[in-house]
């Protein structure tokens, strides 16, 4: 035998060995193994494996940006959390467990979930609904035979994505459904499917597009999952530290105090009659409550300030808003009416950053003009 002949026959057995290899031997998961996270969130999809897409819009690269954002959200409030996938990967090539791909990336996903002792976990897809392309708003499902705690879960988060407000777009309210979908069906873990929004209706691919949107969608399942009670007080929450900054409203100066509490900050900022905000401490792009005209509130619900009518309306909290904006070079005065010169200027700032255009003030558009502020 030559030696061209037995390398080409070594180099083929080689490549067969390769393509068996999968077969023979389950791959491990290491990221997971023997962690212990409070929330484990699950972005549907991945790889081949599109999910729903329609007009550029794909399921799986928009539910991967909204669970990372969700993701930092949690972080944010003292959680442990991890991702089933961080980037456009298949899950279903990890193990050889099912019938065919779409059975083994779900086994794959169940065994993420319960590998760890997760005291939760929420799985996020996008709808489509080809023959009725008006369904919109979120929907989240739940296991109803198994774990009361799913439900519960399931409410307060659907709760939470009812009170999304989107600028003259009104999305449907519901209630959360019970639903025998593999994951929840499967898990030993209680949690929750989330459909975030229709896919099949051109206004809520709009907002899909839009990264105000997603951020509004991941910030109010954050909120669901912590107003549900279902995890215990983050731990160490004492040793938190917190920044409480106030914005005078006739001076150009701007004081701030750091506290171990939230409530220490909004009682502080109480004291001094003025505007202001709570955010972690060294993390304005972060903002936690704000002073709404003398009530200290935190971001659990929406903050909106807008234009009303195209009437100037007085608002002690605009001067705040105002501030940053001047000092990030537009054309506002700092007199706390919420004019047309203060909408124009939001919308500009908006556009800037790929937001929703529409001059309101909402969680999103705070959180980022508070990124821009420097003490």
Not at 156 to 182: C, E, G, M, V, W
Not at 284 to 309: A, H, M, N, Q, T
Request: glycine share 6%; charged share 20%.
């Amino acid at each position: 035998m030559s030696s061209d002949i037995a390398f080409t026959i070594k180099k083929i057995s080689l490549i067969f060995l390769l393509l068996l290899l999968p077969l023979v031997i389950t791959p491990e998961n290491p990221t997971y193994a023997k962690e212990q996270y409070d929330i484990i969130i699950d972005p549907g999809h991945g790889g081949i494996d599109s999910g729903a897409s329609f007009e550029g819009i794909v399921e799986k690269d928009i539910v991967l940006d909204i669970s990372k954002k969700l993701e930092a959200d949690l972080t944010q409030m003292g959680y442990k959390v991890a991702m089933t996938r961080n980037d456009d990967t298949s899950l279903g090539k990890l193990t050889t467990s099912g019938k065919d791909y779409e059975n083994r990336d779900l086994n794959e996903r169940v065994n993420i979930i319960d590998s760890g002792n997760t005291a939760l976990f929420v799985s996020l897809h996008a709808d489509s609904d080809l023959e009725n392309p008006s369904n919109n708003g979120s929907v989240v499902y739940y296991f109803n035979s198994k774990i009361s705690k799913s439900k519960t879960l399931a409410n307060s988060i659907q709760n939470s994505l009812n009170n999304i407000i989107t600028n003259k777009i009104k999305r449907a309210s519901h209630i959360p459904s019970s639903s025998h979908f593999y994951i929840l069906k499967n898990t030993a873990t209680p949690g929750v499917l989330v459909e975030t929004a229709y896919i099949s209706n051109p206004q809520e691919r709009k907002l899909l597009k839009t990264e105000d949107f997603r951020e509004k969608i991941a910030y109010s399942i954050a909120y669901g999952i912590k107003n549900s009670s279902i995890l215990p007080p983050v731990k160490n929450q004492s040793s938190k530290k917190y920044t409480a900054i106030v914005y005078p409203k006739n001076s150009s100066s701007i004081n701030s105090n750091t506290f171990a509490t939230l409530d220490a900050c909004y009682a502080w900022i109480n004291t001094k009659g003025t505007s202001g905000l709570v955010t972690s401490s060294g993390s304005p792009s972060k903002p936690l409550g704000v002073e709404l005209d003398g009530c200290i509130i935190s971001f659990d619900s929406d903050y909106l300030i807008k234009l009303e009518s195209y009437q100037d309306k007085y608002d002690k909290k605009v001067v705040a808003i105002q501030k940053i904006l001047y000092n990030l070079g537009y054309k506002v005065n700092t007199d706390g009416y919420f004019g047309q010169e203060t909408c124009n200027a939001i919308k500009k700032f908006q556009k800037s950053y790929n937001l929703i255009d529409d001059g309101v003030v909402g969680i999103s558009t705070y959180k980022k003009l508070a990124g821009e502020f420097k003490s």
